[in-house]
């Protein structure tokens, strides 16, 4: 199971607004992204959607244990 998803886009959004840990300032993108890729987007179409390279997407995927 996914580490970010753990818990609610509301959760990190408060975490991102009150500058806690970890609140990077990418938390909320990468949430939203994490999801995506659970729903099925590959990282072609996660690529474009967020408008980042994909091996910047494995790289976050990597870091939240993702596939």
């Known amino acids: 199971m996914s580490k970010i998803t753990n818990f609610s886009k509301?959760?990190?959004?408060?975490v991102a607004?009150?500058?806690g840990s970890p609140a990077e300032p990418e938390i909320l993108r990468n949430?939203?992204?994490?999801?995506?890729?659970k729903k099925g987007l590959t990282?072609?179409?996660l690529a474009i959607k967020y408008n980042i390279?994909?091996?910047?997407?494995?790289?976050?995927?990597?870091r939240y244990e993702i596939d």
């Open 31 to 37: 949430y939203d992204l994490v999801s995506d890729r």
């Open 53 to 62: 390279t994909c091996t910047q997407i494995m790289r976050i995927l990597k």
């Open 10 to 14: 509301d959760f990190w959004r408060t």
């Open 17 to 19: 607004e009150c500058k």
């Open 43 to 45: 990282c072609g179409q």
